[in-house]
């Protein structure tokens, strides 16, 4: 058990719709990643937050947005859904700060489903 | 940021130690080398990561050039349950980092 927390396990809806993806982090760590990751293909990072703030964004949708919260758990809210959105997403935190290595802890996942 | 290339897949028999290799030819200083793995959709997990000199905790070893041009993972004595897909990236402690995670090297532990 890694410490990180994602709800929900699955999740399934409809081309159109919005949802969100919740992610608390360890206990301690201010910085949170989301990842996506479709059918067979490596993880691509989205999007990193740190202590609130958005500190590196990568290959994210306009769709899609993410915030995290003054309790440092982590929203990412996919809209206007397509086919193609249906992956894992993966939620991570670290106590990144900079100058440092990050390591990085996984959460187990959220298996979205869009039909 | 440095990218990393992996061979897609390997065997291992099961008690053998299983050597994975990465390449990071274009690393910079300030690169650390690390290396998760993934067990089945599950989400990734820390192995371990260094700079220069090699390290070894209680999962694995890592063994990097001098160069710092590749590495190696070591897991010693490989078990069924280290069947999994192992990722080697390179992270920037910077401020600005783009975290970039090829397809990794699907690791099969043999009976």
């Known amino acids: 058990d890694s410490g990180v927390t994602q709800t929900p396990k699955h999740l399934i809806t409809a081309t159109g719709q919005r949802v969100t993806l919740r992610c608390s982090p360890r206990?301690?760590?201010?910085?949170v990643y989301w990842y996506q990751q479709s059918l067979d293909q490596g993880l691509q990072f989205l999007i990193q937050?740190?202590?609130?703030?958005?500190?590196a964004k990568g290959n994210i949708l306009e769709r899609f947005s993410a915030q995290q919260f003054p309790d440092l758990h982590s929203e990412l809210n996919l809209s206007s859904l397509e086919l193609g959105d249906s992956a894992l997403y993966f939620c991570a935190s670290s106590d990144w700060d900079r100058g440092y290595a990050d390591t990085q802890y996984f959460g187990p996942g959220t298996r979205l489903t869009v039909l | 940021d440095a990218k990393t290339t992996q061979p897609p897949s390997m065997d291992c028999a099961e008690g053998r130690a299983a050597n994975l290799p990465c390449n990071h030819s274009?690393?910079?200083?300030?690169?650390?080398v690390y290396w998760y793995r993934q067990i089945h959709s599950q989400g990734p997990q820390y192995i371990i990561h260094g700079l220069k000199n090699n390290e070894t905790n209680e999962m694995a070893s890592l063994i990097i050039t001098e160069d710092r041009k590749s590495s190696t993972l070591i897991l010693p004595h490989a078990t069924l349950r280290d069947t999994a897909v192992y990722y080697c990236i390179v992270i920037n402690a910077g401020n600005n980092r783009k975290l970039i995670w090829g397809l990794g090297t699907s690791l099969a532990v043999n009976p």
């Open positions: 206990s301690g760590d201010l910085s």
């Open positions: 937050y740190y202590n609130g703030e958005e500190r």
């Open positions: 274009t690393i910079s200083g300030n690169e650390y």
